[in-house]
Structures are given as C-alpha cells and as structure tokens.
C-alpha cells in the first residue's frame, strides 16, 4: 500500500468546521489520509459540533483545539482551509503543498433556538462531507 497523504485542516478557532472535517476524513478515508485540524485562534472543540459528529457515528469528544503554530515546520500533501479568516491567516507550509481553500458556513454564528442551531451544525456536517469525499475520490487514481 502507498503512503498515506497528509493533510491538514484549518480554521479560526478549530472548534467545528475543521473538527468535523478531521473526523470525517479519518473516519471515510483514514486508511489512506493522514488527518490534523487546527486553527489559527484556537478556541475549544464546541460540544454542539460533538454531537453532530455523534448523530452519524463518529466520536470527536477527545479532540482538542490545536493552534496551527503546532505544526510549523512540517510537510503537509494538502492545506486545507474552511474558512475564509484562516484562508487569509494560513502560514507557508515546506515542501509541495497544494492549499484547498473551502469556505463553509460558521455554524458557531447561527442564531435561533437550539433546533436551528444543530440543523445548521448538520448542514455544515453534510456539506464538508461532501467536498471530502470529492477530494478521496479525486486522489484516489
């Protein structure tokens, strides 16, 4: 089997978008993606973007928020960004990274009650599990 792809997501705070986004590509390609979150103010993982992630099987509940000053230094296949703060904040990666840009919803902002909230927090969930899956099946030829 080939090496396993390294990939890196970011956002601003690494406390949903990114973290969704790191437990579903483990989750549906780890096999073949080498997964990291981060952000570029990291905050806390939100316990609203847990439970969207626990509403279709995937448990993120030991996951932390991780400041993208972690990974200085290091190679990454892929930079992936879902958010347009970390896209304009995203450092220089060593080596031939490609950057992804993706800009999805902050579902942290949603207002309403607490069913609007998780709808949005689900959407977002569907959306990013989408693009990644168009990603693994584009880099699996």
């Given at each position: ?9 970011l ?77 304009e ?5 060593p ?20 069913d ?26």
């Open positions: 089997m080939s090496e396993k792809r390294r990939v890196l997501i956002c601003t705070g690494n406390s949903a978008r990114s973290q969704m986004a790191e437990g579903l590509l483990l989750h549906d390609a780890g096999h073949r993606f080498e997964v990291a979150s981060a952000g570029v103010e990291p905050s806390r993982v939100r316990q609203e973007a847990i439970e969207a992630m626990s509403d279709i099987g995937i448990d993120i509940s030991r996951h932390r928020s991780k400041s993208v000053d972690e990974f200085s230094g290091e190679e990454f296949d892929y930079v992936i960004t879902v958010c347009d703060n970390a896209n904040h995203c450092p220089v990666f080596g031939n990274t490609k950057r992804i840009h993706w800009s999805f919803d902050d579902p942290v902002a949603a207002e309403g009650d607490d609007t909230k998780r709808a949005v927090y689900r959407r977002v969930r569907d959306e990013i599990r989408r693009r990644l899956r168009l990603l693994a099946a584009a880099t699996s030829k």
